[in-house]
T-cell receptor
């Protein structure tokens, strides 16, 4: 299993540009999430999904869009990039916690995004 | 709402000694789970240990143990016999009834030789 994969690893954007961060998992996990990590802030939840076709907002959703058309993929779209979106983005997945509450959340390697 | 507080921005420990990283939480959910993750300088997130709110015993995983004090709403991570490779950022996280994972701001642990 490849686990959780993210592309690209690094990206530089100009203010106003749009782009999509890709995330895929091959563990048949129903739950997937996007986090951003900023210095001194820990990880903050952007959007999450509990299954194909179902998404919901997290703590910091503004400026981001998600969709979940398949179990495997959960792309994150930046609609119009701003310098405040400079961050490290992590995608994560896990199986249904209702079934096994101790199941860990698996993280991708992260995408380091800089918005100029 | 869920909240995780890690009050130690940085900690230092001598190699081979034990260290405790503090974590307190706040939730109104009767059922919840507590996690600790390690993030080395390479950036990946590594799962260390889990404690369920109804678990009677403190969780242990090798050199890691979780000191769970439910009444005080604390879930401290204890690392025994510290190694140089333990130098990293450590995050406490909680999952409540909404199944979202809330993270603390982290503690940077430095192990000195």
């Amino acid at each position: 299993n490849a686990g959780v994969t993210q592309t690209p690893k690094f990206q530089v954007l100009k203010t106003g540009q749009s782009m999509t961060l890709q995330c895929a998992q091959d563990m048949n996990h129903e739950y997937m999430s996007w986090y951003r990590q900023d210095p001194g802030m820990g990880l903050r939840l952007i959007h999450y999904s509990v299954g194909a076709g179902i998404t919901d907002q997290g703590e910091v959703p503004n400026g981001y869009n998600v969709s979940r058309s398949t179990t495997e993929d959960f792309p994150l779209r930046l609609l119009s990039a701003a310098p405040s979106q400079t961050s490290v983005y992590f995608c994560a997945s896990r199986s249904r916690p209702q079934l096994v509450p101790s199941n860990e959340q698996f993280f991708g390697p992260g995408t380091r995004l800089t918005v100029l | 709402a869920q909240k995780i507080t890690q009050t130690q921005p940085g900690m230092f420990v001598q190699e081979k000694e034990a260290v405790t990283l503090d974590c307190t939480y706040d939730t109104s959910d009767p059922s919840y789970g507590l996690f600790w993750y390690k993030q080395p300088s390479s950036g990946e997130m590594i799962f260390l240990i889990y404690q369920g709110s109804y678990d009677q015993q403190n969780a242990t995983e090798g050199r890691y143990s979780l000191n769970f004090q439910k009444a005080r709403k604390s879930a401290n991570l204890v690392i025994s016999a510290s190694q140089l490779g333990d130098s990293a950022m450590y995050f406490c996280a909680m999952r409540g009834s909404n199944y979202k994972l809330t993270f603390g701001k982290g503690t940077l642990l430095t192990v000195n030789p």
